[in-house]
Structures are given as structure tokens and as C-alpha cells.
């Protein structure tokens, strides 16, 4: 019976010691705290904002101009190869009135899809600056 007064005694001076310590650790806190507070908030929402939107798409009109600049590129790549092979063609052909004109018609053709390319992206920003107002 000793030993059973004794554990609970004991239980309950441990429990009250645990009490007192996390009532005196609640004690509030007046610090200000948050965003307006914190001189590193913006420069944390602005990581997290590339982190998770690195192309930075707000909405349809900057996707449109994502792609139509990624087909730019590419179209502008595939005319870059075509310019060189026409070239070399042209140097190789060595008087040869055949492949002399085959370069002359890759010239031809890639330089009219560099003009009726470039005529596009005028027109589509034309389109996004003037008339679709953000």
C-alpha cells in the first residue's frame, strides 16, 4: 500500500513539474510576426513562384507567345539547315546545271517560308500588343 501511495505521489509531482514547464513556455509572444514583418517573404514567394511556374504563364496570352517563340525557333533552325545544305549543293555542284538549280530552288523556297514566318509573328503581335488589351 506504501508503494502505491508512493508511485502516485510521484505521478503526480512528474505531472505537475510537466504542467508548470509548459505553462511557462506558453508565456505569448509579442514579437510581430508574418509576411509584413519578414524582410525575406518576397524573396521566398518569388523563388517558390519560379519553382513552380518557370515559364511564369499568368494566362492564355503568354502561353500563345511561349509557343508561337518555341516555333519561331525551331522553324528558324530548320531554315538555318536548309540555307547550309543549299550552299553546299551549290558549291558542289561544279557546273552542273541540275544541282546548281536544286540549290538555287532550296534557296528559294526557305527564304519565302523566312518572309511568310517572319509576316506571321508581325501579324500575331500585332494582334496580342494592340488588340488584346492584358
Do not use: C
Not at 504542467?19 to 518569388?46: C, I, M, W, Y
Amino acid at each position: 500500500m506504501k508503494n502505491f501511495f508512493v508511485t502516485i505521489l510521484l505521478v503526480l509531482v512528474l505531472g505537475g513539474m510537466s504542467l508548470v514547464g509548459s505553462l511557462a513556455f506558453a508565456a505569448e509572444d509579442k514579437t510581430p510576426t508574418g509576411p509584413d514583418t519578414d524582410p525575406n517573404h518576397q524573396l521566398l514567394r518569388d523563388d517558390a513562384s519560379v519553382a513552380l511556374n518557370p515559364l511564369r504563364i499568368t494566362d492564355a496570352r503568354s502561353l500563345i507567345s511561349i509557343a508561337v517563340r518555341g516555333v519561331l525557333m525551331f522553324i528558324g533552325s530548320i531554315a538555318l539547315i536548309l540555307y547550309v545544305w543549299a550552299g553546299f549543293l551549290f558549291m558542289t555542284a561544279a557546273g552542273n546545271a541540275e544541282k546548281s538549280g536544286k540549290a538555287k530552288n532550296i534557296f528559294l523556297w526557305t527564304t519565302l517560308g523566312v518572309v511568310v514566318m517572319l509576316g506571321s509573328y508581325v501579324i500575331v503581335d500585332f494582334v496580342f500588343t494592340s488588340l488584346v488589351k492584358p
